[in-house]
C-alpha cells in the first residue's frame, strides 16, 4: 500500500474514549507529518462523512473516512484500542480504527489502493494479525502489504508480547454471515439443485465510494465461495465503475443492490430476482442476501422488465410518490417537451423580426412572394418559420402531460386536446387541463376488463377513439369556453399592469427563476412568460414579461462566476473552475449553471440568487424593457427594446447575488474550525460535505 501508512501513523495502544476523539488522536499523526494541512478543517470533514452513516462494522472494525480538501495525499492511520471504541456498529465498539484520508482530486490509482485496504478487513487472517501485532512497524508494513498475516504473526509469537486479543470474540462480518445462513455445494448437489452453481451480480456503491463500497464486494464475493455460489461484483465507487459484462448478467440467475447512492444503470438489472439493500447489510449480513436472492429465484419473483411497468412518470420515480409528487411530474413532462419548441420558434421569430423589421408579421406567405436577393423575404421566411413551431407548443404540452400519465395511449387524446385549446383560445391554461384529461380518461378506460379477443386493437384504435372523442367533448362543449374567458382574462389583467403592480410581477417572477434553478418553479415562470409570445402579435406587457424572466434567469451562474474571481478563497478549486464556464451558461440565460454551487452551499447561494433574481426583475419591469425572443442571453440583445437599461437590470441583480452570497461565505468560515460546525455544514451538503472551502 505504497507509503501511505508509515509506523509513525501506527497507534497500537490508542486511549481514546469517543469516535471524535480517536480520529482526532489519528489525524494528529497525520497533520505532524505534513498529510493533513488543516486539522480542525479535516475533523469537520470526518465528522460530516460519519453523520451521513456510522463507519463502524461488525467484527470489530471502525473506518472513519472522507475525502477533505485538506488532505494532500491519500493516508492511512491505525488504531487499536484495548477498550473498544463506538462507531455505531451493532455487534459492539470497535478494537481496530482506520481512519483514511484522501484528498478531494484523488485519483483512481490511489481509489484503487484504499479499496484494497477495505477487501483485507473482510479477511479473518488479516485482522486476527492486527490485533497481535507488537510493534508498529510490522503493522504498517501488514497493511501496505509487505508482509503477509502469517509473517506479522510469526514476529508477534518470536516477541511474545502480542495484542493479547481474544480474536475468536470478534469474527469478520463476512465469515460471521458466512456461517449463518450459507449452503455447501455438497448440499446443493443432494437437494437436486442443477450442476452449474447459482449465479448472482452484485453493485455496491456508498456515499464516499472509499471504504464500504470495496468491503461490501469482498464480503459478498467471500459468502458466494462459502455457499458454493458464482457472485460477480460491480462496485460503483468515485473512481467511477466498469459495467458487468451483460453476457454475465444475462446468465445470472439474481440480483444483489447493496448501495447507499442511486445504481447507475440500473434497467440491465430489470427481469431477475432482485434483492434491494444499503450497503452495511452486504458487509454485515452476505450469507443472508445470497439465500434471499435463491429464494426468490425458486419462487419465481421478478422485477419488472425495463420500460415494461407504469408510465414514464413511474418507472421514473417511486411507486410511492403522492398524487401531488406525480401531478407535478405529469406537467413537468409537458414543460420539458414544449421547451425545445419555444425556443427554435422563439429564436426565428426574433431573427425574422430583426431581419425583415417590425412589419415582418404582415408579410405574404412566401409560398406566394419569396425574392432570393432580399432581405425581407428571407426575414418572413423564418418569421413564418418560427410562428409554425409556435403553432406546436400547446399540442405538445398537452399530449406530453398525458404521455406522462399514461404513456404512449395518451399522446392522441393529449394532442387533440392541445390542438382544441388552440383553435377555441383556451391556450395555456386550457392545454394543461387537456392533458390532465386526456391522461386521465385513458387511464380509466385501460382499468376496464376486455375480452382477449379485443385487446391486440385496444391501443390502436379503440382507447385513442373514445379517449379523442371523450376529450373534444368535453373541450368544445364543456369546460372550454370557461377556460377561455379565463385565459383571456388573465392576459387583459397582465396587458394593464403598470407602475408598481408591474414591478411587483417582475419580483415575483425573479424569484421563481431562481429558486430552483431549472426546476419546476423556474419552468413554471418560463413558461407563463412564453405562452404570452406565443402568438403572431403579443402584447407589450407579455414581451416586457418576457424580458423580466430571461434577466433574472441569467442572474445567478453570472454571480456565481463574479464570485469565484472576486473572493475565490471562499469556493474551492472545483467550485472555482465551475465559475469559469459558469459565464458563459449565464450569459447564454442556463440558470442550470449555478446548480453545482447551490448543491454544496444551498443554504447560502439559493437565497442570496433569489434576491438578486428579484432585484433585476424589477427593474427590467421597471426600465420597460421588452423581448420578443425567448431564450438567448446577451446574443439577442440586439432584439430587446431598452437594451442598455436591460443591460443594467441585470448588472444590478448580479452584484446584489454576489455581495450577499460572499458576505454569507464569510460568515461562514470561522465555523469550520470545529467538528460540531464542520459536521453540520457538511450534513446540510450531503456528500458534497468533503469540497469546504480551504482557509484563507
Known sequence: MSEMITADLVDLDLSAESKEAAARALAERMAAKGRVTDLDGFLADVAARE?????????????????????TEPTLAFGRSAAGIDFGAADGPADLIFLIAAPAG???????????????????EFTDALREVSDP???AALVRGDVTAAEAAERAAASGAGAGKDTAAAPTAASAGAAAGSTAPETLEAEGTPARPFRIVAVTSCPTGIAHTYMAAESLENAGREAGVEVTVETQGSAGFTRLDPAVIAAADGVVLAHDVPVREKDRFAGKPTVDVGVKAGINRPAELISEV????????????????????????????????????????????????????????????????????KAPSVMDHFVWTQSDSW??????????????????????????????????????????SLSINAGFLGGLVAGLIAGGVVLAIQRVNIPAAMRGIMPVVVIPLISSAVVGFLMFVVIGKPIAAAQKGMTDWLNGLTGTNAVLLGALLGLMMCFDLGGPVNKVAYTFATAGIAVAAPSDSAMKIMAAVMA??????????????????????????????????????ITEGAI?????????????????????????????????????????V????????????????????????????????????????????????GEKGSEQPVAA
Not at 463507519?55 to 472522507?66: A, E, N, R, V
Open 51 to 71: 453523520a451521513q452513516m456510522p463507519t463502524g462494522l461488525d467484527g470489530g472494525i471502525g473506518i472513519p473516512h472522507c475525502r477533505s480538501e485538506h488532505v
Open 294 to 361: 435463491r429464494a426468490k429465484a425458486e419462487r419465481g419473483e421478478r422485477t419488472a422488465p425495463a420500460g415494461a411497468a407504469g408510465t414514464p412518470v413511474e418507472r421514473a420515480g417511486d411507486s410511492t410518490e403522492g398524487y401531488g409528487t406525480k401531478l407535478r411530474k405529469w406537467l413537468m413532462s409537458g414543460v420539458s417537451y414544449m421547451v425545445p419548441f419555444v425556443a427554435a420558434g422563439g429564436l426565428l421569430i426574433a431573427l425574422g423580426f430583426a431581419i425583415g423589421g417590425w412589419t415582418v408579421n
Open 638 to 685: 440586439p432584439l430587446i427594446g431598452n437594451p442598455f437599461l436591460y443591460l443594467v437590470a441585470i448588472a444590478a441583480g448580479v452584484c446584489v447575488s454576489t455581495a450577499l452570497v460572499v458576505v454569507l461565505k464569510g460568515m461562514r468560515r470561522p465555523a469550520q474550525r470545529t467538528p460540531a460546525a464542520g459536521s453540520a455544514e457538511g450534513a446540510a451538503a
Open 106 to 124: 484523488a485519483d483512481d490509482a490511489h481509489l484503487t489502493i484504499l479499496s484494497s485496504l477495505a477487501r483485507q478487513l473482510m479477511n479473518a
Open 552 to 589: 433574472a434567469g441569467m442572474v445567478p451562474p453570472l454571480a456565481m462566476a463574479l464570485a469565484t474571481t472576486v473572493r475565490g478563497r471562499l469556493f474551492t478549486p472545483a467550485e472555482r473552475e465551475n465559475g469559469k464556464a459558469a459565464w458563459v451558461l449565464g450569459a447564454s440565460f
Open 379 to 420: 426575414g418572413a421566411l423564418l418569421f413564418q418559420i418560427g410562428g409554425m413551431a409556435f403553432k406546436f407548443l400547446i399540442p405538445v404540452l398537452a399530449g406530453y402531460i398525458a404521455y406522462g400519465m399514461a404513456d404512449r395511449p395518451g399522446l392522441v387524446p393529449g394532442f387533440v386536446g392541445g390542438a382544441i
Open 596 to 636: 453545482p454551487f447551490a448543491a454544496a452551499d444551498p443554504l447560502r447561494v439559493i437565497p442570496s440568487a433569489m434576491a438578486g433574481g428579484a432585484v433585476t426583475g424589477a427593474l427590467s419591469m421597471m426600465f420597460g424593457a421588452t423581448l420578443r425572443a425567448p431564450h438567448g442571453g446577451i446574443f439577442v
Open 137 to 139: 512497524e510490522t503493522a
